[in-house]
């Protein structure tokens, strides 16, 4: 995977079901970029049809240039919460792209680029909180794609977390940044 410093657009999909906070972590990563690095970033998202549950998608462009087209082409990145996201969203990355999943949670993988992480398990492990898991992901984004730096998505994280949570917060974001096995 190359570095987003050295490439003009980097595509980030982040899946899963409703409730589990892609749709935040997309936000946060948008942020971070566009508010903290100075880069360039569009950020959309999409909900199933029931709120929690559901599925939802959370889509971010990352550049260091202009984006001249706003959606995601074909995903360099996909972080699949939910089987369901998986086998949804899989099929529209890049050949050379990385699949990133709960591996508790997605039991069945077909991309053979794929790095299975015990996402929601490690985070509840570090903060006592599953619904932290979106951070966490946070943190593994930015160590294996280096979209953002570490200080840019610190920031982004202190900045949406809830009044009261931003030490628990960026406790899953250090967790996932320092997590070490990715196989």
């Known amino acids: 995977m190359k570095h987003a410093n050295h490439i003009d657009r980097l595509e980030i999909r982040l899946a899963g079901e409703g409730g589990q906070g892609m749709i935040l972590a997309g936000i946060i990563l948008a942020e971070a970029a566009a508010v903290y690095d100075n880069k ?11 709120a929690r549950g559901g599925a939802s998608k959370a889509e971010v462009i990352i550049s260091n240039g202009e984006i001249d087209f706003p959606e995601i082409i074909a995903a360099d990145v996909l972080v699949a919460m939910s089987q369901e996201a998986c086998d949804k969203y899989s099929p ?12 508790e949670k997605v039991g069945r993988v077909t991309y053979p680029n794929n790095v299975r992480v015990p996402i929601t398990r490690n985070a509840k492990e570090t903060t006592g909180r599953a619904i932290t898991a979106n951070i966490y992901v946070l943190g593994l984004l930015t160590k294996i ?5 570490l200080p840019a ?7 949406r977390a809830p009044k009261g949570t931003q030490e628990l917060n960026l406790a899953a974001l250090k967790a ?4 070490e096995h990715l196989a």
């Open 176 to 179: 996932g940044y320092s997590f």
């Open 153 to 159: 998505i610190e920031k982004a994280v202190s900045a």
């Open 40 to 50: 360039t970033a569009v950020q959309t998202q999409s909900y199933g049809p029931e």
């Open 92 to 103: 529209g990355l890049k050949d050379d792209g990385l699949l990133i999943v709960d591996s």
């Open 145 to 149: 794609t280096a979209a953002v730096s």
